[in-house]
C-alpha cells in the first residue's frame, strides 16, 4: 500500500538553528499539505500545494518558514531560525483532490517529524 | 482558529461499550471528514460525508451530519482497546483547505 513518506522522523535543535523536513507523498498525488500539530490539539494548515504552486500560505510564519515543492512531487518544509514555540509535530498529507474544482478525496498522512527546539 | 470543535475532549468507557463523538462547525462546509490519530502517530481518515449527505456507514463507524445546526457526530459501536486514540473532525469549503478541531481523545478500557 503507498504511503507518504517523511524524514526524519525525530529532529532536536537548539533555537536559532536553521532546520529542514522532507516530505515524498503518494504517486500521483497532486496536492500536498504541511500541517503542524501541538500537543493536545488538532493539526493547523502551514502550506498547501497544488502540483508545484503553492495556493495557501496563509498560516504560514514567512519570517522564518520557507516550502517549496520545485518539481511536484516531493516537498521540502525548512525553519531558519528555529525558536522554543517551533517545537511540534510537523505533518506532510496528499490527496489526489485538484484545487478548487472536482471532488473532494481523503487526505493521506505521513508519520510525522517530532521536532524539539532547545 | 479552528472551525471545528469536538465534544467531549476525553471519553472513557468500556470494551463493547459505544463511543459517540460530536463536532461543531461555524461556516459553511462541502465535506467533512474523521480521522483517527494512535499516540504520536499520522492521522488516518475513517470516512468522509459531503454536505448534501445526512448519513454514513463505514464497518463499526456511522457519521451523521446535519448542516442546519452545523454539526457531526462519529458513533464507533461494541467499540475495542484497540480503538484507543484520538478523533479529530475536519472540515472543508472551496479550494479544499481543511481545518481541524481539537479532537477528541477516547480510551477504551479492556
Known amino acids: 500500500e503507498a504511503e507518504v513518506a517523511q524524514s526524519p522522523r525525530y529532529k532536536i535543535t537548539e533555537k536559532s538553528q536553521a532546520v529542514a523536513f522532507w516530505c515524498d507523498p503518494i504517486s500521483g498525488h497532486a496536492t500536498l499539505y504541511w500541517y503542524r500539530q501541538i500537543l493536545g490539539q488538532g493539526p493547523e494548515l502551514l502550506v498547501q500545494f497544488q502540483d508545484e504552486s503553492v495556493v495557501d500560505d496563509s498560516q504560514l510564519p514567512k519570517d522564518r518558514f520557507s516550502a517549496e515543492r520545485l518539481k511536484g512531487v516531493d516537498s521540502t518544509l525548512k525553519i531558519q531560525p528555529a525558536e522554543l514555540g517551533d517545537s511540534a509535530m510537523y505533518l506532510c498529507a496528499s490527496s489526489s483532490s485538484t484545487w478548487g474544482t472536482g471532488p473532494f478525496y481523503e487526505q493521506y498522512f505521513g508519520p510525522g517529524t517530532r521536532l524539539t527546539v532547545t | ?110
Not at chain 2, 478523533?87 to 479532537?103: D, E, L, N
Open chain 2, 1 to 110: 482558529s479552528q472551525q471545528g470543535e469536538e465534544d467531549p475532549q476525553a471519553l472513557s468507557i468500556q470494551e463493547g461499550e459505544n463511543a459517540t463523538m460530536n463536532c461543531s462547525y461555524k461556516t459553511s462546509i462541502n465535506n467533512l471528514q474523521w480521522y483517527r490519530q494512535n499516540s504520536g502517530r499520522g492521522l488516518v481518515h475513517l470516512i468522509l460525508i459531503r454536505s448534501n449527505e445526512r448519513e454514513k456507514h463505514s464497518g463499526r463507524l456511522r457519521v451523521t451530519l446535519d448542516t442546519s445546526k452545523k454539526s457531526s457526530s462519529l458513533l464507533i459501536t461494541a467499540s475495542r482497546a484497540a480503538d484507543t486514540a484520538s478523533y479529530f473532525c475536519a472540515t472543508s469549503r472551496g479550494g479544499f483547505k481543511t481545518i481541524f478541531g481539537a479532537g477528541t481523545r477516547l480510551f477504551v478500557k479492556a
